[in-house]
């Protein structure tokens, strides 16, 4: 007679960091689901990216000066327009605050769909993940409160500071000098920049010390049901009463990050682009398990048990193996005639940005589109070692689908704004090169690629659709979304090496420069 395993408590009081770490593993290798939280959480940044196009797109229209600038690139001298370097200041501010939003609801879309589900695991509930997500929606307005106060101290006012300190450092340091050879570098004006550099490291330690002093506010929110003063405040004690542990996991931390940060420079030498891969990584593996080491630490802070999971029989590639053969089975189902609607829609909005982004190769974009186009063929990478580069292809392209399409559980607009704007810049490649050149440096990868990226826009569509109309259903588009971007990867690793292998020797046999 088989004997059934159940999860147990833990039977000391209190486990110490290495401990909760293997328990973490073993509960993510179990629940590889926990990453999903942390692939909506980027979802957020789908935003920042279309609010910067936008700015983009009005002042290349309306401010640049496109031969001034085609001049800047070629002499390299910035202060042949000094009037540019107001509007790049504008651009930056303009950017840390799109950031700081961004920081905010991605914070809150993170810890709305993990801290809770987290915590059920934590308990010895046995519950998917996509079970509990309607569950989950009712957090989402305490979290995104917290996150404006915990991200709005913590990342928003040190970013504003600082971009106030640099506005007026730059115009105590005359900015049109600053950038010229022969700028004066005084005792006062090395004075003023080492001020600067300081202020940014002072700014930099102080919003690491509020990190860790608000680190178990969204834990106590969602265990404990305090209001959001309370949990600040609660959460600062339990960071006094845990300083040990809570040094030891920042040190933790701190090894893991630099591991990463050497891993992706060894790569970078033997020019293998890698950095977009090591970023999925650490977003969707990393930092879920050490969100769950952190949490054992509250958890235990508290004292509340912690349930072991039981040991699962399958190994990490086994996990992987039904996790991708459900991904394949996924997405042959999406194909179906009740999807037709969400992929008409996704090929509408791809074949409207395109037919813009050709006529807009016409005017001012075109001719800054040009610039960098000219620039960015040049590359040696790309010329000597193109399949090193069919992982960092690969990597950024499916990164954008997972966004694209997770962007849904925002509005169905952000999938769609986001299919606009990649048609409109290959509309606009389309408008500046001869035609010849656009389809054999296109269509080889393209066939593949773009009707992958038209399913990973129309089921983020229907996401952000269900969100708004039919929510009691959303679990199971969500499940629907998460499967089908996994299955669409082979098919972005096929295009990327078509890309870096085959297209580059079908433009040199029809003679075409790089």
């Not at 993940?129 to 929606?137: A, C, K, N, P, Y």
């Not at 957090?139 to 600082?162: N, Q, S």
């Not at 930099?204 to 209001?227: C, K, P, R, S």
């Not at 509250?298 to 193996?321: D, G, H, M, R, W």
Request: proline share 4%; glycine share 6%; charged share 15%.
């Amino acid at each position: 007679m088989e004997t059934i395993q159940y999860s147990y408590p833990s039977e000391k009081p209190r486990k110490g960091i290495f401990e909760l770490l293997s328990i973490a593993i073993l509960f993510f290798k179990n629940r590889p689901a926990l990453s999903v939280p942390a692939l909506i959480s980027l979802s957020s940044y789908i935003i920042q990216s279309s609010l910067l196009i936008l700015v983009l797109l009005y002042m290349t229209e309306n401010v640049f000066e496109i031969d001034v600038l085609r001049e800047i690139i070629k002499k390299g001298e910035i202060g042949l327009m000094p009037e540019l370097l107001n509007y790049l200041l504008f651009f930056i501010k303009f950017y840390a605050i799109t950031f700081i939003i961004t920081k905010i609801l991605s914070r809150a879309l993170y810890s709305t769909f993990f801290y809770p589900y987290a915590y059920k695991l934590f308990k010895g509930e046995s519950i998917s993940f996509f079970g509990q997500v309607r569950e989950s929606f009712k957090y989402f307005g305490k979290m995104l409160r917290a996150a404006l106060v915990v991200e709005g101290i913590a990342t928003g006012l040190p970013i504003l500071i600082f971009i106030f300190t640099l506005d007026s450092f730059l115009k105590m340091m005359q900015l049109e000098e600053l950038i010229s050879p022969k700028f004066p570098w005084s005792i006062e004006n090395i004075a003023i920049v080492l001020s600067l550099l300081l202020i940014f490291l002072l700014l930099i330690g102080i919003a690491l010390i509020f990190e860790f002093l608000f680190i178990f506010v969204f834990q106590i929110m969602v265990v404990e049901d305090l209001g959001l003063v309370a949990a600040i405040a609660k959460s600062v004690f339990l960071v006094l009463k845990n300083i040990i542990n809570i040094a030891i996991y920042a040190v933790l931390q701190f090894i893991l990050m630099l591991i990463v940060i050497l891993t992706t420079l060894l790569f970078q030498i033997f020019f293998i682009q890698i950095s977009e891969i090591v970023q999925i990584v650490v977003a969707v593996v990393f930092y879920p398990i050490l969100d769950l080491v952190i949490f054992g630490i509250y958890l235990q802070s508290i004292n509340q048990s912690i349930n072991i999971p039981k040991e699962t029989a399958y190994s990490f590639v086994e996990v992987f193996l039904r996790i991708f053969n459900k991904g394949l089975a996924t997405l042959k189902s999406f194909i179906s005639l009740k999807n037709v609607p969400y992929i008409a829609y996704a090929f509408l909005v791809y074949f409207i940005g395109f037919i813009l982004g050709s006529e807009y190769s016409k005017g001012p974009l075109g001719d800054l589109f040009s610039i960098f186009y000219t620039l960015g063929k040049t590359s040696i990478a790309f010329q000597q070692y193109p399949l090193s580069l069919s992982s960092g292809i690969f990597a950024h392209n499916w990164q954008v689908s997972i966004l694209t399409s997770l962007s849904g559980t925002l509005t169905f607009a952000w999938p769609a704004m986001n299919c606009f704007f990649n048609a409109l810049i290959l509309g606009l490649l389309y408008g500046l090169v001869p035609a010849k050149i656009f389809f054999i440096g296109v269509l080889p990868h393209g066939v593949i690629e773009l009707p992958s990226f038209l399913l990973a826009v129309s089921s983020g569509l229907k996401l952000g659709y269900y969100i708004i109309v039919k929510r009691d259903e959303v679990d199971g588009v969500l499940r629907e979304t998460v499967y089908l971007l996994v299955g669409l990867a082979p098919f972005f690793l096929i295009a990327a090496l078509i890309e870096a292998l085959i297209t580059p020797q079908l433009l040199k046999l029809f003679s075409v420069k790089f």
